[in-house]
């Protein structure tokens, strides 16, 4: 669990310093002029940046879970950073379609690592789909989860009304699910044999 807990412990710090310092989190955010301009380290550094508590709780908790099962997988399949590279590629590909839909808006900004975190969880619900996650303290198996959550962020994408980039989290459980699956393709006959075998 080293590198989950490194990345949570990372995250949270810079977050927090960024909670009361406006000029840290204009540093960090997602913003397409900036990058145009050369400042890359943006498709990284927004994810360790958050609105509030409640985000940087939602998104840490998630990855702490899900993260901890992970890891060992993909540092069996890929050594030792298997993990943070896995991570880090669904942060920057969730956010790389975000870029270029607004590469051309100044006012488009976007924070927070739910890109990566999707790319996590989906990951585990190739893993084991029929295992239970809790919502909002109801349990529901994950693969049931997955389809909810992909419904909802289409819905909310389309709709257009929130402040939350429901892209990066599409873009991130894709990301999550094609790259385990190149990773190790064993997972994929594995998916389907469980998923013929309904567990509630």
């Known amino acids: 669990m080293i590198t989950t807990l ?12 960024g909670f009361n310092n406006a000029q840290w989190i204009n540093k960090l955010i997602f913003w397409p002029p900036a990058i145009r301009r050369g400042e890359y380290y943006r498709f990284l550094s927004h994810a360790l940046i958050h609105a509030d508590g409640m985000h940087l709780l939602f998104n840490m908790m998630t990855l702490y879970f899900f993260g901890r099962i992970l890891e060992g997988f993909y540092e069996h399949v890929l050594g030792p950073f298997g993990f943070a590279l896995f991570y880090a590629g ?10 270029f839909a607004n590469k051309d808006n100044p006012g488009y900004r976007s924070l927070g690592a739910s890109g990566g975190v999707s790319a996590v969880l989906f990951a585990f619900i190739l893993l084991s789909p029929w295992s239970r996650i809790y919502v909002w303290f109801l349990p529901m198996p994950a693969i049931l989860y ?6 909802y962020s289409i819905y909310m994408e389309r709709q257009g009304h929130d402040n939350i980039n429901h892209s ?23 998916f389907l044999e469980q998923i013929s075998q309904p567990r509630f």
């Open 146 to 151: 997955a389809v909810a959550y992909v419904a």
């Open 6 to 17: 490194s990345i949570i412990a990372i995250t949270c710090g810079i977050s927090f310093l």
């Open 90 to 99: 669904g942060v920057v590909v969730a956010i790389v379609p975000s870029y």
């Open 168 to 190: 990066a989290h599409l873009w991130g459980a894709a990301y999550g699910v094609i790259f385990t699956l190149l990773a190790e393709p064993r997972v994929l006959p594995a």
